[in-house]
């Protein structure tokens, strides 16, 4: 409710960026603020755990093989199989995606809060589908070579394997078109990321969509 006594719809904010680029930090960072964050990426991967909404479509699709033990999907073999062949994304794409947007719609819509941010990886690879939904994108940053640096100390994947995700991912320079703000997350430290996340907040959230 606002200064006028009427509800007024919480302010939508798309949030996206590379892998390894801090923008789960900033999502943490935001939620400190007060915003509701809806993670994409968690609720896919609440889909494909054992008894999940996408798992009987999953297997129909692409066969048992791709099932784990325990009833899950086998995310490194899918892993694998969609970044060697773009015909076998657009089919995982295809399953995902409509449950992942049914989803996100309802957490959406439950929420009271004043600011509710989506945490999109693919947002810009969604081809306007999320910019259509969302108010205002603040794109996280960083160098190509930060970004592999990071991925490999947290996960031990190869730079080959963290450099093939990069090239699936949309590319730097068309995050930033799709930008209302950017934030360059590369040799800074924590404390002045959080300076820049609570000097762009105040803003955005006093502001109307």
């Not at 799709?178 to 820049?196: K, R």
Request: glycine residues 10%; hydrophobic residues 45%; charged residues 25%.
């Amino acid at each position: 409710m606002d200064a006028t006594g009427l509800n007024r719809a919480p302010l939508r904010i798309g949030l996206t960026g590379g892998i390894g680029s801090g923008k789960s930090t900033v999502a943490k960072l935001l939620a400190g603020h007060g915003a509701v964050v809806i993670d994409t990426d968690l609720i896919a991967r609440q889909l494909t755990l054992p008894g999940g909404a996408a798992i009987r479509a999953i297997a129909d699709a692409f066969g048992a093989k791709l099932i784990a033990a325990d009833g899950s999907l086998d995310r490194a073999r899918m892993r694998e199989l969609v970044f060697a062949d773009p015909l076998k994304k657009r089919q995982l794409e295809a399953i995902l995606h409509p449950l992942i947007g049914i989803e996100t719609d309802r957490q959406g819509s439950a929420t009271g809060a004043t600011a509710v941010v989506y945490d999109v990886p693919l947002l810009v690879e969604s081809g306007g589908r999320w910019r259509a939904k969302v108010d205002k994108v603040l794109v996280v940053d960083c160098r190509e070579s930060t970004q592999i640096e990071r991925v490999v100390a947290r996960s031990g994947w190869t730079a080959e394997a963290v450099q093939a995700v990069i090239d699936q991912q949309a590319s730097r320079a068309s995050r930033r078109a799709c930008a209302d703000a950017v934030i360059f997350n590369d040799s800074i430290t924590p404390e002045q990321l959080a300076t820049t996340v609570q000097r762009l907040w105040p803003q955005w959230a006093r502001g109307t969509p």
